[in-house]
């Protein structure tokens, strides 16, 4: 079966302090995984994908297939990184997003 | 930037009233979806549709939904006849296609069924 776990619904750090939003996922093809962010009162973007391996507002996100895993991390959270975070499943086969169930990351002043 | 563009950011209607969500996809993006989300859940995957097919349909896409792309730049979800659980945010999406798969969102409608 297709599915990606966000294990944590709330995540809340204070600014300054480490984040890792943790995604784990099932899916039997080669995985496309991606990162986006909503925050308040704007769409879903996208934030980053695995392919591109690039760092995006600081963030960064390893794809671990050993684990299967596409944990989303930053060194030191600022106040403007409070959104909520989706990773997501892109697959290939039937071209289409499946979505985790989304973290909601505050950091605190 | 081009963006994708929903109406109307709300909707409320009575149940068993049919509704129409409408998107503006992305002018030269192939892959069309729909998502909902329901309020403190996930974003779930209702349909996907290219080629002026639907390509892919979940559990809750049934017959009481259907999609339209009718003049080649608006895509239409119909809800024929809404329940209460229909309530939710509905997200419109597009796909360019080709080896850039960046999902680009609108920025939803709320439908509220009362």
């Known amino acids: 079966a297709q599915r990606v776990t966000q294990p944590e619904k709330l995540l809340s750090v204070f600014k300054g302090a480490p984040v890792e939003l943790k995604c784990n996922y099932s899916?039997?093809?080669?995985?496309?995984l991606f990162w986006y962010v909503q925050y308040s009162r704007q769409r879903l973007q996208l934030l980053l994908r695995?392919?591109s391996r690039e760092s995006i507002k600081g963030f960064t996100a390893d794809l671990n297939k050993g684990e299967t895993s596409f944990h989303l991390k930053k060194p030191f959270a600022q106040e403007e990184d409070s959104a909520m975070y989706y990773c997501?499943?892109?697959?290939?086969?039937?071209?289409?997003?499946?979505f985790g169930t989304g973290t909601r990351l505050k950091v605190l002043a | 930037e081009p963006e994708v563009t929903q109406t109307p950011s709300h909707q409320v209607t009575q149940m068993g009233q049919e509704v129409i969500l409408r998107c503006v996809p992305i002018?030269?993006?192939?892959?069309f979806y729909w998502y909902r989300q329901i309020l403190g859940q996930k974003v779930e995957f209702l349909v996907s549709?290219?080629?002026?097919?639907?390509?892919?349909k979940s559990e809750i896409f049934d017959d009481q939904f259907s999609v339209e792309r009718p003049d080649g730049s608006n895509f239409t979800l119909k809800i024929r006849s809404t329940k209460l659980e229909d309530s939710a945010m509905y997200f419109c999406?597009?796909?360019?296609?080709?080896?850039?798969?960046?999902?680009?969102f609108g920025q939803g409608t709320r439908l509220t069924v009362v």
């Open positions: 997501a499943l892109f697959t290939s086969g039937t071209y289409k997003y499946i």
């Open positions: 899916y039997s093809g080669s995985p496309e």
């Open positions: 695995h392919i």
């Open positions: 002018s030269n993006h192939l892959y």
């Open positions: 549709f290219y080629n002026n097919e639907i390509s892919e």
């Open positions: 999406a597009s796909i360019s296609g080709g080896e850039n798969t960046e999902a680009f």
